[in-house]
């Protein structure tokens, strides 16, 4: 069955400093990827979506993620964090129609 | 302005009293769909509509019913809850359920149950 792991609950950085979210699937095939941000007493909201094309994905806010085949990771980057990005970060990935798994999530926390 | 309404935002209640949790898009999406959000354990589907009169399981729908009589509305049914139920509720919406479609959140519903 598909499944989606993010490494590390909590993850903790300085104002200007980089965000290096994991995301690691398994899947034989090809999958779709995405990654939501939920901002406190907020539902999610989407920052990008993979699903075919450039590698590389750009997003809302100044994160981007890449799809790397070879490690079946989604990796979400930003070069540098501001106070306004502490949320928690879901990764997610679907094959089909009806069926998006989503991780466990990553609670981010910026200090000044 | 486009969204995902849910009701209530709070809610307390005792073992075995039924209740509804109510959610209502105007974007006339076609999808929708509940999760439930624990933690350590993500966001985990419970029921999901592809259209008006067709509803299928999720990941985790035992002890809860959904029905979808009309497009914009998905009310999530709780008849005899459960301190096990006790969590943060999402309903989300997408306009037809395709894969690279993103989805819209609701604000969420907490549910405690004691």
Request: charged share 15%; glycine share 0%.
């Given at each position: 069955a598909q499944s989606v792991t993010q490494l590390g609950s909590h993850v903790s950085v300085s104002e200007g400093a980089l965000v290096l979210l994991r995301c690691n699937y398994s899947s034989s095939v090809p999958p779709y990827l995405f990654w939501y941000v939920q901002y406190p007493n907020q539902g999610l909201q989407l920052l990008l979506k993979y699903t075919t094309g450039a590698t590389l994905v750009k997003g809302i806010n100044g994160f981007e993620a890449e799809f790397k085949k070879s490690e079946?990771?989604?990796?979400?980057?930003?070069?540098?964090?501001?106070?306004?990005?502490?949320?928690?970060?879901f990764c997610a990935v679907t094959y089909n129609n009806n069926d998006m798994r989503f991780g466990a999530g990553t609670r981010l926390t910026v200090k000044p | 302005e486009a969204q995902v309404t849910q009701n209530p935002r709070y809610l307390i209640t005792v073992t075995g009293k039924k209740l509804t949790v109510t959610c209502s898009q105007n974007m006339n999406h076609e999808y929708m769909s509940w999760y439930r959000q624990d933690p350590g354990l993500g966001l985990r589907q419970i029921y999901y509509s592809m259209n008006v009169e067709v509803t299928d399981k999720g990941d985790v729908p035992e002890g809860y019913k959904v029905s979808r009589k009309e497009k914009r509305n998905f009310p999530l049914i709780l008849e005899s809850p459960s301190p096990n139920q006790t969590s943060l509720y999402f309903c989300a919406s997408s306009l037809s359920g395709r894969f690279n479609e993103k989805l819209f959140f609701g604000s969420g519903t907490q549910l405690s149950v004691l």
């Open positions: 079946t990771s989604f990796h979400l980057t930003k070069p540098s964090a501001h106070m306004s990005d502490a949320a928690e970060y | -």
